[in-house]
Antibody, heavy 118, light 110 residues
Framework: EVQLVQSGAEVKKPEEFLRISCKGS????????IGWVRQMPGKGLEWMGA????????RYSPSFQGQVTMSADKSISTAYLQWSSLRVSDSAMFYC???????????WGQGTLVTVSS | QSALTQPRSVSGSPGQSVTISCTGT?????????VSWYQQHPGKAPKLIIS???KRPSGVPDRFSGSKSDNTASLTISGLQAEDEADYYC??????????FGGGTKLTVL
């Protein structure tokens, strides 16, 4: 069974560092891209970008380029999304999902809620 | 990349059919047969219900169907059930490993 399990909710202060994780199981983790999707409170889904854990090739949406960093550790089947300096406006739910053929997201993690507040 | 355009809300009574539209451009919806739809219940992660314009993943009821004409894709839900009340998002391929989502449509089952 394909599963993506994300790390738990985070409460951070502005300018702090944060890395959230997404662990895949039940399939060849290195053979599929992992996409990240943001959902701000009460709002819709936004495409952030994707990473290929096999070689860490990364593609960012222009809206998120330079704002976040995607990485992966294929030895533990885990993808990461990190912020070097959080802003209040980064508060949102973040989902990872398996990207099939670069076209659609077939399996989703349960989401990680990030709250940034002073 | 601008978000795809969906109606903010639609509604229907149990047993009826509803259609949700999703309008993009020739750079996304109109340019590829790679439109997908996702269902999201409150407090839950999105769930894939349609891929490649009209393909239903295993386990998705055949009450859900998708289509596309030019720059507009559509999701039709027939035989509405109370459990179908959720938010629905369209999504299109828009270039190499680039996706664009619609703004989402809230479906209310009256």
């Amino acid at each position: 069974e394909v599963q993506l399990v994300q790390s738990g909710a985070e409460v951070k202060k502005p300018e702090e560092f944060l890395r959230i994780s997404c662990k895949g199981s039940g399939y060849s983790f290195t053979g599929y891209w992992i996409g990240w999707v943001r959902q701000m409170p009460g709002k819709g889904l936004e495409w952030m970008g994707a990473i290929y854990p096999g070689d860490s090739d990364t593609r960012y949406s222009p809206s998120f380029q330079g704002q976040v960093t995607m990485s992966a550790d294929k030895s533990i089947s885990t993808a990461y999304l990190q912020w070097s300096s959080l802003r209040v406006s980064d508060s949102a739910m973040f989902y990872c999902a398996r990207l099939l053929r670069g076209e659609y997201l077939d399996y989703w993690g349960q989401g990680t809620l990030v709250t940034v507040s002073s | 990349q601008s978000a795809l355009t969906q109606p903010r809300s639609v509604s229907g009574s149990p047993g009826q059919s509803v259609t949700i539209s999703c309008t993009g451009t020739s750079s996304d919806v109109g340019g590829y047969n790679y439109v997908s739809w996702y269902q999201q219940h409150p407090g839950k992660a999105p769930k894939l219900i349609i891929s490649d314009v009209s393909k239903r993943p295993s386990g998705v009821p055949d009450r859900f169907s998708g289509s596309k004409s030019d720059n507009t894709a559509s999701l039709t839900i027939s035989g509405l059930q109370a459990e179908d009340e959720a938010d629905y998002y369209c999504c299109s391929y828009a270039g190499t490993y680039t996706l664009v989502f619609g703004g989402g449509t809230k479906l209310t089952v009256l």
